[in-house]
Protein backbone atom coordinates (compact mmCIF):
# COMPACT_ATOMS: atom_id res chain seq x y z
CA UNK A 1 0.00 0.00 0.00
CA UNK A 2 1.81 3.26 -0.74
CA UNK A 3 1.13 6.55 0.97
CA UNK A 4 0.23 9.68 -0.67
CA UNK A 5 1.79 13.63 0.74
CA UNK A 6 -0.05 16.38 0.41
CA UNK A 7 1.30 19.93 1.41
CA UNK A 8 -1.16 22.61 1.20
CA UNK A 9 1.05 26.39 1.80
CA UNK A 10 -2.45 28.13 2.43
CA UNK A 11 -3.29 25.89 4.84
CA UNK A 12 -0.22 27.25 7.07
CA UNK A 13 -1.23 30.92 6.16
CA UNK A 14 -4.64 30.27 7.78
CA UNK A 15 -3.11 28.77 11.15
CA UNK A 16 -1.07 31.97 11.22
CA UNK A 17 -3.99 34.38 10.38
CA UNK A 18 -5.64 32.76 12.87
CA UNK A 19 -3.90 33.14 15.19
CA UNK A 20 -3.45 36.86 14.35
CA UNK A 21 -7.03 37.26 14.15
CA UNK A 22 -7.06 38.13 10.63
CA UNK A 23 -9.67 38.84 7.94
CA UNK A 24 -9.55 39.42 4.06
CA UNK A 25 -9.67 42.90 2.49
CA UNK A 26 -13.17 42.44 1.67
CA UNK A 27 -14.11 41.76 5.25
CA UNK A 28 -15.21 38.25 4.36
CA UNK A 29 -13.66 36.24 7.38
CA UNK A 30 -10.81 33.85 6.71
CA UNK A 31 -12.73 31.19 8.47
CA UNK A 32 -15.49 31.32 5.59
CA UNK A 33 -12.94 31.64 2.56
CA UNK A 34 -11.30 28.41 3.67
CA UNK A 35 -14.36 26.45 3.96
CA UNK A 36 -14.98 24.96 0.94
CA UNK A 37 -11.18 24.09 0.78
CA UNK A 38 -11.69 22.07 3.43
CA UNK A 39 -14.65 20.82 2.69
CA UNK A 40 -12.84 19.59 -0.92
CA UNK A 41 -9.90 17.88 1.58
CA UNK A 42 -11.95 16.18 3.21
CA UNK A 43 -14.22 14.34 0.17
CA UNK A 44 -10.87 13.84 -1.13
CA UNK A 45 -9.91 12.38 1.48
CA UNK A 46 -12.79 9.98 2.05
CA UNK A 47 -11.98 9.10 -1.88
CA UNK A 48 -8.58 8.11 -1.10
CA UNK A 49 -9.35 6.21 1.95
CA UNK A 50 -11.82 4.31 0.36
CA UNK A 51 -9.41 2.91 -2.67
CA UNK A 52 -7.62 1.79 0.18
CA UNK A 53 -4.82 4.61 -0.12
CA UNK A 54 -3.03 5.80 2.87
CA UNK A 55 -2.68 9.37 2.94
CA UNK A 56 -1.09 11.37 4.78
CA UNK A 57 -1.17 15.10 5.08
CA UNK A 58 1.76 17.93 6.36
CA UNK A 59 1.37 21.01 7.24
CA UNK A 60 -2.67 21.02 7.19
CA UNK A 61 -4.20 23.19 9.66
CA UNK A 62 -7.84 23.48 8.10
CA UNK A 63 -10.41 22.92 10.08
CA UNK A 64 -13.98 22.59 9.65
CA UNK A 65 -15.46 25.53 11.09
CA UNK A 66 -17.77 28.45 10.83
CA UNK A 67 -16.80 32.11 11.55
CA UNK A 68 -18.93 32.00 14.69
CA UNK A 69 -16.55 29.70 15.59
CA UNK A 70 -14.07 32.47 15.83
CA UNK A 71 -16.60 34.93 17.57
CA UNK A 72 -16.91 38.18 18.85
CA UNK A 73 -15.54 41.48 17.25
CA UNK A 74 -11.78 40.22 17.81
CA UNK A 75 -13.13 36.29 17.33
CA UNK A 76 -12.50 34.73 20.95
CA UNK A 77 -15.52 33.84 22.89
CA UNK A 78 -13.58 32.20 25.89
CA UNK A 79 -12.04 34.00 28.70
CA UNK A 80 -9.15 31.69 28.56
CA UNK A 81 -6.14 34.23 28.81
CA UNK A 82 -3.75 32.24 27.08
CA UNK A 83 -5.77 31.37 24.21
CA UNK A 84 -6.57 34.94 23.64
CA UNK A 85 -3.12 36.70 25.14
CA UNK A 86 -2.40 37.44 21.45
CA UNK A 87 -5.26 39.20 20.75
CA UNK A 88 -5.63 42.57 23.48
CA UNK A 89 -3.69 45.55 22.37
CA UNK A 90 -4.55 48.04 24.99
CA UNK A 91 -5.72 48.38 28.40
CA UNK A 92 -7.53 51.55 29.73
CA UNK A 93 -8.70 52.74 33.29
CA UNK A 94 -11.40 54.84 34.10
CA UNK A 95 -12.35 56.77 37.39
CA UNK A 96 -15.70 57.43 38.01
CA UNK A 97 -14.07 59.79 39.97
CA UNK A 98 -10.25 60.36 40.44
CA UNK A 99 -10.26 62.45 44.09
CA UNK A 100 -12.33 61.07 47.19
CA UNK A 101 -11.99 60.83 50.48
CA UNK A 102 -11.32 59.05 53.07
CA UNK A 103 -14.00 56.21 53.51
CA UNK A 104 -15.87 57.00 50.69
CA UNK A 105 -15.49 54.56 46.98
CA UNK A 106 -15.63 55.22 43.23
CA UNK A 107 -15.81 52.67 40.31
CA UNK A 108 -13.24 51.99 38.05
CA UNK A 109 -13.31 50.65 34.90
CA UNK A 110 -11.56 48.84 32.26
CA UNK A 111 -11.30 49.01 28.28
CA UNK A 112 -9.74 46.48 26.44
CA UNK A 113 -9.08 47.07 22.53
CA UNK A 114 -7.14 44.48 20.37
CA UNK A 115 -5.18 45.72 17.77
CA UNK A 116 -8.03 46.51 15.17
CA UNK A 117 -9.09 49.09 17.65
CA UNK A 118 -12.17 47.14 18.64
CA UNK A 119 -13.40 46.43 21.82
CA UNK A 120 -13.04 43.27 23.65
CA UNK A 121 -15.05 42.09 26.35
CA UNK A 122 -12.90 40.11 29.16
CA UNK A 123 -12.54 40.07 32.85
CA UNK A 124 -9.61 42.15 34.26
CA UNK A 125 -7.69 41.92 36.95
CA UNK A 126 -7.70 44.49 39.47
CA UNK A 127 -4.92 45.78 42.36
CA UNK A 128 -4.00 48.84 43.63
CA UNK A 129 -0.39 50.08 44.39
CA UNK A 130 -0.73 51.47 47.70
CA UNK A 131 -3.47 49.63 49.54
CA UNK A 132 -2.82 51.98 52.49
CA UNK A 133 -4.00 54.58 50.82
CA UNK A 134 -6.47 53.09 48.15
CA UNK A 135 -8.08 49.29 47.92
CA UNK A 136 -9.47 47.98 45.47
CA UNK A 137 -12.43 44.87 45.03
CA UNK A 138 -12.53 42.24 41.79
CA UNK A 139 -15.36 43.87 40.58
CA UNK A 140 -13.14 47.55 40.42
CA UNK A 141 -14.70 49.34 43.57
CA UNK A 142 -11.90 51.72 44.68
CA UNK A 143 -12.17 53.25 48.39
CA UNK A 144 -10.34 55.86 49.96
CA UNK A 145 -8.10 54.45 53.08
CA UNK A 146 -5.96 57.27 53.88
CA UNK A 147 -5.17 60.43 52.49
CA UNK A 148 -2.06 60.10 49.49
CA UNK A 149 -2.19 58.81 45.80
CA UNK A 150 -2.57 55.43 44.53
CA UNK A 151 -2.49 53.50 41.22
CA UNK A 152 -5.55 51.55 40.41
CA UNK A 153 -4.27 48.97 37.42
CA UNK A 154 -6.36 46.64 35.62
CA UNK A 155 -4.32 43.62 34.21
CA UNK A 156 -5.45 41.21 31.38
CA UNK A 157 -2.23 38.51 30.21
CA UNK A 158 0.51 40.80 29.69
CA UNK A 159 -1.24 43.96 29.09
CA UNK A 160 -2.45 46.43 31.74
CA UNK A 161 -3.66 49.90 32.26
CA UNK A 162 -3.82 51.86 35.20
CA UNK A 163 -5.07 55.51 36.54
CA UNK A 164 -4.40 57.77 39.42
CA UNK A 165 -6.53 57.89 42.58
CA UNK A 166 -5.79 61.09 45.13
CA UNK A 167 -7.96 60.37 48.63
CA UNK A 168 -7.87 63.07 50.46
CA UNK A 169 -8.91 63.42 54.67
CA UNK A 170 -12.20 64.81 53.69
CA UNK A 171 -14.75 62.55 53.48
CA UNK A 172 -18.28 63.40 51.60
CA UNK A 173 -19.70 65.46 55.42
CA UNK A 174 -16.54 68.12 53.71
CA UNK A 175 -14.25 67.34 57.00
CA UNK A 176 -12.80 64.24 57.71
CA UNK A 177 -14.91 61.06 57.81
CA UNK A 178 -16.33 59.38 61.04
CA UNK A 179 -13.96 55.73 60.79
CA UNK A 180 -14.74 54.46 64.62
CA UNK A 181 -16.85 55.70 67.71
CA UNK A 182 -15.99 55.21 71.29
CA UNK A 183 -18.76 55.20 73.87
CA UNK A 184 -19.02 55.61 77.53
CA UNK A 185 -20.58 55.40 80.61
CA UNK A 186 -20.45 57.60 83.85
CA UNK A 187 -21.69 54.82 85.94
CA UNK A 188 -21.88 50.99 84.45
CA UNK A 189 -23.79 49.95 87.16
CA UNK A 190 -27.05 51.15 87.91
CA UNK A 191 -30.37 50.22 90.23
CA UNK A 192 -33.57 50.07 88.56
CA UNK A 193 -34.97 53.79 87.85
CA UNK A 194 -31.53 55.06 88.52
CA UNK A 195 -30.20 57.28 85.28
CA UNK A 196 -26.20 57.60 83.87
CA UNK A 197 -25.01 59.61 80.68
CA UNK A 198 -23.56 57.79 77.98
CA UNK A 199 -20.91 59.59 75.74
CA UNK A 200 -19.90 59.01 71.98
CA UNK A 201 -16.79 60.32 70.71
CA UNK A 202 -15.98 59.85 67.11
CA UNK A 203 -12.45 59.55 64.86
CA UNK A 204 -11.01 59.94 61.99
CA UNK A 205 -8.82 57.25 60.09
CA UNK A 206 -5.84 58.99 61.61
CA UNK A 207 -7.37 58.62 65.11
CA UNK A 208 -7.68 62.37 65.19
CA UNK A 209 -11.38 63.01 67.48
CA UNK A 210 -14.31 64.79 65.26
CA UNK A 211 -16.45 67.02 66.50
CA UNK A 212 -20.28 68.26 65.59
CA UNK A 213 -21.27 64.61 64.10
CA UNK A 214 -24.66 63.24 64.46
CA UNK A 215 -25.19 60.65 66.66
CA UNK A 216 -28.21 58.39 66.76
CA UNK A 217 -28.58 56.32 70.35
CA UNK A 218 -29.95 52.69 70.62
CA UNK A 219 -30.12 49.64 73.63
CA UNK A 220 -29.94 46.40 72.26
CA UNK A 221 -32.27 45.38 75.34
CA UNK A 222 -34.89 48.43 76.26
CA UNK A 223 -36.47 45.60 79.11
CA UNK A 224 -33.02 45.91 80.78
CA UNK A 225 -32.37 49.82 79.82
CA UNK A 226 -33.63 52.53 77.56
CA UNK A 227 -31.34 55.24 76.22
CA UNK A 228 -32.68 58.98 75.18
CA UNK A 229 -31.98 60.63 71.76
CA UNK A 230 -29.31 62.44 73.72
CA UNK A 231 -27.65 59.57 75.65
CA UNK A 232 -29.35 59.41 78.77
CA UNK A 233 -29.53 55.88 80.09
CA UNK A 234 -32.33 54.68 82.51
CA UNK A 235 -32.17 51.38 84.08
CA UNK A 236 -35.68 49.56 83.81
CA UNK A 237 -34.94 46.01 85.64
CA UNK A 238 -32.08 43.82 86.45
CA UNK A 239 -30.26 42.28 83.23
CA UNK A 240 -27.30 44.13 80.73
CA UNK A 241 -27.93 45.73 77.67
CA UNK A 242 -25.42 47.31 75.14
CA UNK A 243 -25.98 50.99 74.71
CA UNK A 244 -24.86 51.67 71.31
CA UNK A 245 -23.79 54.99 69.25
CA UNK A 246 -23.62 54.98 65.71
CA UNK A 247 -22.22 58.44 63.62
CA UNK A 248 -21.66 58.08 59.65
CA UNK A 249 -21.92 54.20 59.25
CA UNK A 250 -19.84 53.44 62.11
CA UNK A 251 -19.90 52.33 65.67
CA UNK A 252 -19.36 51.78 69.26
CA UNK A 253 -21.33 50.43 72.37
CA UNK A 254 -20.52 49.82 76.03
CA UNK A 255 -21.99 47.82 78.36
CA UNK A 256 -24.77 48.47 80.99
CA UNK A 257 -25.29 46.09 83.43
CA UNK A 258 -28.92 46.77 86.43
CA UNK A 259 -28.99 44.97 89.18
CA UNK A 260 -31.39 44.85 92.14
CA UNK A 261 -31.16 47.71 94.51
CA UNK A 262 -29.92 46.88 97.79
CA UNK A 263 -31.89 48.42 100.65
CA UNK A 264 -29.87 49.80 103.49
CA UNK A 265 -31.08 52.07 106.42
CA UNK A 266 -30.97 55.74 105.34
CA UNK A 267 -27.95 57.89 106.39
CA UNK A 268 -28.22 59.84 109.48
CA UNK A 269 -27.07 63.13 109.58
CA UNK A 270 -24.58 63.59 112.64
CA UNK A 271 -23.37 67.19 111.90
CA UNK A 272 -26.14 69.41 111.83
CA UNK A 273 -25.65 72.93 112.68
CA UNK A 274 -27.38 76.43 112.35
CA UNK A 275 -25.42 78.91 110.93
CA UNK A 276 -27.94 81.79 110.02
CA UNK A 277 -31.14 83.22 112.40
CA UNK A 278 -33.43 85.82 110.91
CA UNK A 279 -37.12 86.90 111.54
CA UNK A 280 -38.78 84.25 109.03
CA UNK A 281 -36.37 81.25 109.68
CA UNK A 282 -33.04 79.33 109.88
CA UNK A 283 -30.46 78.43 108.03
CA UNK A 284 -28.94 75.01 108.68
CA UNK A 285 -25.82 73.14 107.33
CA UNK A 286 -25.24 69.27 107.56
CA UNK A 287 -23.51 66.55 105.14
CA UNK A 288 -26.23 64.69 102.67
CA UNK A 289 -27.13 61.50 102.97
CA UNK A 290 -28.65 58.69 100.83
CA UNK A 291 -32.22 57.13 101.49
CA UNK A 292 -30.86 53.34 101.57
CA UNK A 293 -30.83 52.57 97.57
CA UNK A 294 -27.89 55.24 96.20
CA UNK A 295 -30.11 57.95 96.13
CA UNK A 296 -30.18 61.31 98.03
CA UNK A 297 -32.18 61.45 101.21
CA UNK A 298 -35.30 63.04 101.39
CA UNK A 299 -35.25 65.53 104.32
CA UNK A 300 -38.31 66.32 107.29
CA UNK A 301 -36.66 68.99 109.05
CA UNK A 302 -38.76 69.80 112.37
CA UNK A 303 -38.31 72.33 115.38
CA UNK A 304 -39.22 73.40 118.11
CA UNK A 305 -38.96 76.37 120.51
CA UNK A 306 -37.08 76.31 123.39
CA UNK A 307 -38.58 75.49 126.97
Given at each position: ???V???????T????????G?????????????????????????????????????????????????????????????A????????????????I??????R?????????????T?????????????N??S??????V?????????????????????????????????????????????????????????????????????????????S??????????????P?????????????????????????????R????????????????????????????????????P??
Amino acid sequence: MRAVYAALPVATTYHRLHEEGGSSPSGVGLATRLEPVARFMSRTMNRKLSRGVTLSLALISILSCSENGITGSDGISTDDIDADANRVATVTVMLASSAIGVGDTTRATATLLDYHNRPLTRIVTWSTNNASVANVDSTGLVTGVAAGTAEITATRGLKSGSATITVTGIGATGTGSVASVAVSLAATSLSPGQTTQATATTYDSANNVLTGRTISWASSNISVATVSAAGLVTAVAPGTSQITATSEGKSGSAAIAVTTAQITNPGRVTDLKVIAIDSTGVTLSFTQVDDGTGQPANYDVRYAPPP
